[in-house]
């Protein structure tokens, strides 16, 4: 029994964002299909200044892989011993004999399923004739929502804002520079927000940002940065009268930007639309007509982490990348 | 950055039962002296006819390590594939900066370390001059206890008992060959827990074994078998004036022996002694004469596994053992 090995820069190569957004797809589907198990995660506190690792963990009876995802952040000293603040490790068990398949680095995943998951979102709830992407946010996770974005959508223009003058004046030399889209930096949130088909927010969630007013109908809203308690990025009255989708409803519900909603009493349970999974099914329609807002809330789950590196495992083995190592020798 | 990994046949090689006993007593001081995380575990249960998987993780204060144990069990048809029924894997991450230090086989630990806790408990609740073992259960966990114990005290005879005549026969051959101590069948579980200075239970827990009335005044019980709701090994009664130890009390009182005499209002929370760190730490008493009967109860913790393959990593890197792999290149 061997198992491989993979490292960070064997990943880079080994994956496109178009295998990440079927990824993310197959994952959403899965999940509400009954194919999946995500038990409650792990978290372990360090002392301070030190940040925290979670363990997720889920199986997917569609691939038959069991996937455990260790990710640490933020260690503010790490760049003193050369180390990223935050880095990652996935494991794959092979479900048919929860054999250890393979190790492989885990610091790109969670940015790119995010990311993916924003794009799938797009495709099933966006205007079709949406081209004008707000940016809420130039974060690392801002700009893998425009490179998942962009492989299903021909994107005009991006409105950007962001709180740091520095970070958003990179971001649009950044995004310039490597696709070609013209990064318009907006005087306020507000005016960004304004002139959106499709607006994001990836910022720490600090607080409301986005103004309910502010938000033109037809407008697609892919709310990233609230993923747990405590987070905020938008004016609760915003999903009043919006189609609220989450990707899964019991997490959304309790660490997601929908919680917010819920707890000040602008919406029940019942407004929630339901779960992008059902809409990729076919079980529920996507948006229906060019005026209404449509939401898609994401905490992220770990079955995104599972399709996601069971695709690169797959295509490593495909095109003999990585290393074998025999663990455990029958 | 590189991550060392250690394969089973390696770990074999790298520590001695005196290491685990060395280990399991450090993560029981750490336990009790506020040095230890452990959250929840995590189950994935697969369907039948397979079995399951589990992580447990753990962060020890006093060696800065955080570990991550995948184990799975029992999985029947894996022989099928050339594969044992249960495998491990233990993830070891430096807590300083969450960077992955080791990635090394866990087949091995969780039968060493829970070896090893009789063994502890037999330093600090057997009489000095206890001689005789009784063995209930003689599979792989009997057989690691026997391994432990021998180094901390010297066995005269173990008489052994099992519902499997075969199983009770070859472990009389295994432990007569490997360590040169008698072996006595008994006829009966009663004939062998009535002549055992130190009883150990191994079995499946499929229901009360062991009844009060059989087991004489100064005996020392290590009750091993019994570590999820629904398993069973005693008559609860045999609580009642006994000296209660536990691992962990808020696991032992869930999922351990110590559940059944609180369920049947047999024994109150107050009745229980304490923890076994407490004890090695000289903040709780040990035993006290040669009449009391002791009872500890072991539900296994992350923390043994955190401390055990600690140990395993720093002897590999002492004596230059391992293959070392970069999964992440600053």
């Not at 048919?96 to 885990?106: H, I, K, P, S, Y």
Request: glycine share 8%; net charge negative.
């Amino acid at each position: 029994m061997k198992t491989l090995l993979l490292k960070k820069e064997e990943i880079s190569q080994l994956i496109s964002m178009m295998d990440v957004i079927g990824a993310v797809e197959e994952a959403y589907k899965a999940f509400n299909s009954g194919q999946v198990a995500q038990p409650d995660y792990m978290s372990i506190h360090l002392p301070p200044p030190r940040g925290e690792i979670d363990f997720k963990a889920g199986y997917c009876q569609s691939n038959e892989m069991i996937s455990l995802k260790a990710s640490s952040g933020a260690f503010p000293r790490n760049p003193e011993f050369g180390l990223p603040s935050g880095m990652g490790t996935i494991l794959l068990f092979d479900a048919t004999t929860c054999a250890l398949a393979c190790v492989m680095d885990g610091s790109l995943i969670t940015g790119l399923r995010t990311g993916a998951s924003g794009a799938v979102s797009v495709k099933a709830l966006a205007r079709k004739n949406a081209k004008v992407i707000a940016s809420i946010g130039t974060g690392n996770q801002a700009r893998m929502q425009i490179r998942a974005i962009r492989e299903v959508m021909a994107i005009e223009a991006i409105h950007a804002w962001d709180h740091h003058p520095a970070s958003l004046l990179k971001f649009k030399a950044d995004i310039e520079r490597e696709f070609g889209i013209p990064v318009v930096p907006a005087p306020t949130a507000r005016e960004a927000v304004e002139r959106a088909d499709i607006l994001i927010t990836t910022t720490r969630g600090k607080g409301s940002l986005v103004e309910a007013a502010w938000v033109k109908p037809g407008t697609h809203i892919v709310a990233i940065g609230t993923d747990v308690q405590g987070k905020q990025e938008f004016e609760p009255g915003i999903f009043r009268n919006a189609k609220i989708v989450n990707d899964s409803i019991a997490q959304c519900t309790v660490k997601g930007e929908t919680w917010h909603p819920l707890n000040s009493g602008i919406i029940t349970l019942e407004d929630i639309h339901g779960e992008i999974g059902e809409i990729l099914l076919g079980k529920k329609p996507g948006r229906e007509n060019d005026e209404e807002i449509t939401i898609f809330d994401s905490t992220g789950m770990a079955i995104q982490d599972n399709t996601t590196s069971a695709k690169i495992y797959r295509n490593a083995l495909e095109n003999n990348i990585g290393t074998f190592f025999a663990f455990f020798e029958k």
